[in-house]
């Protein structure tokens, strides 16, 4: 499966981009717990629905989520205990209690709680999240509630144009949606803490911040992408193809293994200049410099950062890469072997 891209012409990211994405489609494909209870909301293939009725099918599977976490330096004598609350909005994913919800929602925190539509809230536990596709799954018990699992469906049929509808539960009282279309597919945005998201659907589906991390869904009522509030004008969503294999390794692993070279670059067309060159990280040790410019990588001819980026990915950690840099008129191969993601991205 190739992940649609749009390159950006100027912008800063590091070198380990969001993992490309499996081919497992909407008929549930794949194994784990995240995967078995799929389907109790889908539809006949070619089966669309009205607005109307994809909200009623969509709204009681979709919650109200509320982190907690402690500020810097809280327990100071001279400042007391600071809390920091974050809210966004999230859906059930299967019958054993997974909730899908946005990273940046609940990074660092001390304490989630997880409101449903009827009104029970709960508290739930981060199973693991993933800041690069800005996507987190916690765990509710399930005693008790209600669940109903909506569809991750097959992204790749998604095309600009396509009618989707953004549902989330911003205060916990229940279930609000904007309508819109897909306007791009293939966007990246860079976030705070040196992320790059790509391969994102653009949409003009209003996206509130507290709606981020519900569903954005299809005229068939399954989940095309997982909406993320990244920039106040524009509304994005990380495909659901995407979401699929991000969601199996959280379930398995608790995080994304990535390979990471340790850079960061910005596309001229005709290579990659590196802006920055991390400390201690492969392409440092490998004699790198800030200003080179990566014109190819294992013989394949890099002219964008996006491309770059899809070369990495197809590689895996421990992996040795050939880079052919120019330096001052020169060129020069060097060689890096790649290593796994770290947590925390040095600043650059």
Same mark, same amino acid.
């Given at each position: 499966?190739?992940?649609?891209?749009?390159?950006?012409?100027?912008?800063?990211?590091?070198?380990?981009?969001?993992?490309?994405?499996?081919?497992?489609?909407?008929?549930?494909? *794949?194994?784990?717990? !995240?995967?078995?209870?799929?389907?109790?909301?889908?539809?006949?293939?070619?089966?669309?629905?009205?607005?109307?009725?994809?909200?009623?099918?969509?709204?009681?599977? &979709?919650?109200?989520?509320?982190? /907690?976490? %402690? /500020?810097?330096?809280?327990? /100071?004598?001279?400042?007391?205990?600071?809390?920091?609350?974050?809210?966004?909005?999230?859906?059930?994913?299967?019958?054993?209690?997974?909730?899908?919800?946005?990273?940046?929602?609940?990074?660092?925190?001390?304490?989630?709680? &997880?409101?449903?539509?009827?009104?029970?809230?709960?508290?739930?536990?981060?199973?693991?999240?993933?800041?690069?596709?800005? !996507?987190? %799954?916690?765990?509710?018990?399930?005693?008790?509630?209600?669940?109903?699992?909506?569809?991750?469906?097959?992204?790749?049929?998604? /095309?600009?144009?396509?009618?989707?509808?953004?549902?989330?539960?911003?205060?916990?009282?229940?279930?609000?949606?904007?309508?819109? =279309?897909?306007?791009?597919?293939?966007?990246?945005?860079?976030?705070?803490?040196?992320?790059?998201?790509?391969?994102?659907?653009?949409?003009?589906?209003?996206?509130?911040?507290?709606?981020?991390?519900?569903?954005?869904?299809?005229?068939?009522?399954?989940?095309?992408?997982?909406?993320?509030?990244?920039?106040?004008? $524009?509304?994005?969503?990380?495909?659901?193809?995407?979401?699929?294999?991000?969601?199996?390794?959280?379930?398995?692993?608790?995080?994304?293994?990535?390979?990471?070279?340790?850079?960061?670059?910005?596309?001229?067309?005709?290579?990659?200049?590196?802006?920055?060159?991390?400390?201690?990280?492969?392409?440092?040790?490998?004699?790198?410099?800030?200003?080179?410019? &990566?014109?190819? !990588?294992?013989?394949?001819?890099?002219?964008?950062? *996006?491309?770059?980026?899809?070369?990495?990915?197809?590689?895996?950690?421990?992996?040795?890469?050939?880079?052919?840099?120019?330096?001052?008129?020169?060129?020069?191969?060097?060689?890096?072997?790649?290593?796994? =993601?770290?947590? $925390?991205?040095?600043?650059?």
């Amino acid at each position: 499966m190739t992940r649609r891209r749009v390159a950006v012409p100027i912008v800063a990211a590091l070198l380990g981009g969001a993992v490309t994405a499996a081919a497992m489609v909407a008929s549930g494909s *794949g194994t784990g717990a !995240i995967t078995r209870q799929q389907g109790l909301l889908a539809l006949d293939e070619g089966e669309r629905l009205t607005t109307s009725e994809i909200y009623e099918r969509a709204a009681p599977s &979709v919650v109200a989520v509320r982190a /907690q976490s %402690v /500020q810097p330096g809280a327990f /100071q004598a001279d400042a007391g205990s600071e809390f920091h609350v974050s809210t966004g909005s999230g859906f059930v994913l299967d019958g054993e209690g997974r909730v899908v919800t946005n990273a940046h929602v609940v990074t660092g925190v001390t304490a989630v709680q &997880v409101t449903f539509p009827d009104g029970p809230t709960v508290g739930a536990t981060v199973i693991g999240k993933d800041e690069e596709t800005d !996507i987190a %799954v916690l765990a509710v018990p399930t005693e008790g509630l209600d669940l109903r699992p909506l569809e991750l469906g097959d992204s790749d049929a998604v /095309q600009p144009g396509d009618r989707v509808l953004a549902v989330g539960n911003p205060t916990g009282a229940g279930a609000t949606a904007g309508t819109g =279309r897909i306007s791009g597919a293939g966007r990246e945005v860079v976030v705070p803490g040196g992320y790059v998201i790509d391969g994102l659907f653009e949409t003009d589906a209003v996206i509130a911040p507290a709606s981020s991390g519900g569903p954005l869904i299809g005229p068939d009522g399954r989940v095309i992408g997982i909406t993320a509030h990244l920039e106040d004008d $524009t509304g994005f969503a990380v495909p659901a193809n995407t979401a699929r294999e991000v969601l199996a390794e959280l379930e398995e692993h608790h995080k994304v293994i990535r390979p990471y070279i340790g850079i960061r670059g910005r596309s001229l067309g005709t290579g990659v200049e590196l802006v920055d060159v991390h400390a201690g990280g492969p392409a440092e040790r490998a004699g790198l410099q800030t200003g080179d410019v &990566v014109v190819a !990588i294992d013989g394949v001819a890099v002219h964008t950062l *996006g491309g770059l980026l899809g070369e990495i990915e197809r590689r895996g950690v421990g992996d040795s890469v050939e880079l052919r840099v120019l330096r001052d008129g020169q060129e020069l191969e060097l060689t890096a072997r790649l290593e796994e =993601r770290p947590a $925390t991205i040095p600043a650059g």
